[in-house]
Protein backbone atom coordinates (compact mmCIF):
# COMPACT_ATOMS: atom_id res chain seq x y z
CA UNK A 1 0.00 0.00 0.00
CA UNK A 2 0.99 3.42 -0.98
CA UNK A 3 1.57 6.25 1.81
CA UNK A 4 -0.43 8.92 1.50
CA UNK A 5 2.25 11.96 0.74
CA UNK A 6 0.65 15.04 3.23
CA UNK A 7 1.19 18.45 1.43
CA UNK A 8 0.50 22.27 2.68
CA UNK A 9 1.17 23.14 6.25
CA UNK A 10 0.59 19.37 7.85
CA UNK A 11 3.55 18.33 5.57
CA UNK A 12 6.22 21.25 6.80
CA UNK A 13 5.67 20.34 10.09
CA UNK A 14 5.81 16.29 9.40
CA UNK A 15 9.44 18.12 8.04
CA UNK A 16 10.65 18.51 11.38
CA UNK A 17 10.86 15.42 13.18
CA UNK A 18 14.02 13.44 14.21
CA UNK A 19 12.50 9.64 14.63
CA UNK A 20 15.10 8.01 17.06
CA UNK A 21 14.80 4.41 17.95
CA UNK A 22 16.07 3.32 21.74
CA UNK A 23 18.59 0.98 19.94
CA UNK A 24 20.57 3.76 17.93
CA UNK A 25 21.14 5.74 21.49
CA UNK A 26 24.74 5.27 22.43
CA UNK A 27 25.36 4.61 26.04
CA UNK A 28 26.66 7.98 26.19
CA UNK A 29 23.86 9.62 25.01
CA UNK A 30 22.75 11.77 21.93
CA UNK A 31 23.01 15.40 21.27
CA UNK A 32 20.34 16.96 18.49
CA UNK A 33 20.42 20.85 17.39
CA UNK A 34 17.42 21.91 15.52
CA UNK A 35 16.82 24.80 13.05
CA UNK A 36 13.58 25.26 11.59
CA UNK A 37 13.77 26.34 8.02
CA UNK A 38 11.48 28.34 6.62
CA UNK A 39 8.94 26.52 5.32
CA UNK A 40 8.90 24.17 8.70
CA UNK A 41 8.07 27.61 10.48
CA UNK A 42 5.24 28.71 7.75
CA UNK A 43 3.76 25.58 8.13
CA UNK A 44 3.85 25.29 12.20
CA UNK A 45 2.25 29.24 12.20
CA UNK A 46 -0.51 28.77 9.91
CA UNK A 47 -1.20 25.44 11.73
CA UNK A 48 -0.73 27.27 14.88
CA UNK A 49 -2.81 30.83 14.11
CA UNK A 50 -0.03 32.97 14.38
CA UNK A 51 0.85 35.66 11.70
CA UNK A 52 4.51 34.60 11.91
CA UNK A 53 7.09 32.31 13.52
CA UNK A 54 10.07 34.25 12.07
CA UNK A 55 12.58 31.99 15.02
CA UNK A 56 12.41 28.36 15.79
CA UNK A 57 15.00 25.95 17.72
CA UNK A 58 15.72 23.08 19.77
CA UNK A 59 18.02 21.91 21.62
CA UNK A 60 18.03 18.00 22.95
CA UNK A 61 20.02 15.56 25.02
CA UNK A 62 18.44 12.01 24.67
CA UNK A 63 19.87 9.19 27.01
CA UNK A 64 18.62 5.82 27.51
CA UNK A 65 16.44 5.51 30.46
CA UNK A 66 16.01 1.89 31.83
CA UNK A 67 15.60 -0.96 29.98
CA UNK A 68 13.70 0.38 26.77
CA UNK A 69 12.53 3.69 27.58
CA UNK A 70 14.52 7.64 26.34
CA UNK A 71 14.80 10.16 28.48
CA UNK A 72 14.78 13.62 26.35
CA UNK A 73 16.11 17.14 28.18
CA UNK A 74 16.50 20.27 25.97
CA UNK A 75 14.99 23.41 25.24
CA UNK A 76 12.61 24.91 22.57
CA UNK A 77 12.93 28.88 21.90
CA UNK A 78 10.93 30.68 19.66
CA UNK A 79 9.90 33.88 18.03
CA UNK A 80 6.27 34.41 17.52
CA UNK A 81 4.13 36.91 15.71
CA UNK A 82 0.88 37.81 16.98
CA UNK A 83 -1.82 39.86 15.88
CA UNK A 84 -2.83 42.25 18.97
CA UNK A 85 -6.55 41.71 20.30
CA UNK A 86 -7.30 45.13 21.32
CA UNK A 87 -4.67 47.59 18.91
CA UNK A 88 -4.46 44.95 15.98
CA UNK A 89 -1.14 45.86 15.04
CA UNK A 90 1.29 43.06 14.93
CA UNK A 91 3.41 41.95 17.92
CA UNK A 92 6.19 39.44 18.55
CA UNK A 93 6.58 37.64 21.74
CA UNK A 94 9.37 34.84 22.88
CA UNK A 95 8.91 31.46 24.43
CA UNK A 96 11.56 29.61 25.69
CA UNK A 97 10.31 26.18 27.10
CA UNK A 98 12.45 23.39 28.91
CA UNK A 99 11.76 20.26 28.23
CA UNK A 100 12.15 17.27 30.22
CA UNK A 101 10.21 13.83 28.73
CA UNK A 102 10.33 10.29 29.09
CA UNK A 103 9.30 7.81 26.08
CA UNK A 104 8.32 4.45 27.40
CA UNK A 105 7.21 1.70 24.65
CA UNK A 106 3.36 0.52 25.20
CA UNK A 107 3.42 -2.63 27.03
CA UNK A 108 2.80 -4.81 24.25
CA UNK A 109 5.75 -3.40 22.65
CA UNK A 110 8.67 -3.93 25.52
CA UNK A 111 10.98 -6.29 24.61
CA UNK A 112 10.51 -5.91 20.45
CA UNK A 113 14.22 -4.44 19.22
CA UNK A 114 13.81 -1.94 16.60
CA UNK A 115 10.83 -0.52 18.89
CA UNK A 116 10.57 3.25 17.28
CA UNK A 117 9.36 6.24 19.70
CA UNK A 118 6.71 8.33 18.02
CA UNK A 119 4.99 11.42 19.17
CA UNK A 120 0.75 10.88 19.04
CA UNK A 121 -0.88 12.28 16.51
CA UNK A 122 -3.03 15.49 17.34
CA UNK A 123 -6.02 15.93 15.68
CA UNK A 124 -5.87 17.91 12.30
CA UNK A 125 -7.59 21.00 14.08
CA UNK A 126 -5.53 20.63 17.31
CA UNK A 127 -3.26 23.45 18.25
CA UNK A 128 0.82 21.72 18.38
CA UNK A 129 1.41 23.17 21.54
CA UNK A 130 -1.24 21.15 22.82
CA UNK A 131 0.53 18.31 21.49
CA UNK A 132 3.32 19.52 23.41
CA UNK A 133 1.52 19.84 26.47
CA UNK A 134 0.06 16.20 26.13
CA UNK A 135 3.54 14.66 25.40
CA UNK A 136 5.03 16.42 28.64
CA UNK A 137 2.40 15.16 30.44
CA UNK A 138 2.46 11.57 29.47
CA UNK A 139 6.47 12.03 30.32
CA UNK A 140 5.72 12.09 33.91
CA UNK A 141 3.31 9.08 34.18
CA UNK A 142 3.88 7.26 37.54
CA UNK A 143 6.22 9.62 38.79
CA UNK A 144 5.32 11.59 42.46
CA UNK A 145 5.43 15.51 42.21
Known amino acids: MREKRQTGPQA ?11 AEVPETGLHFDLVADA ?19 ATFNVKRHGRSGLHVLGHVSA ?11 PIENKVDEAIDLLFEPAAADRGKSGTAFKAPRAHDKARPFEALAALKGKGREGEDR
Not at 15 to 21: G, N
Not at 39 to 49: K, P, Q, S
Not at 80 to 88: H, P, S
Open 12 to 22: AVHAWRVPVAQ
Open 39 to 57: RVRAGLAELAGLSSLPRLT
Open 79 to 89: TVGQICGVTLE
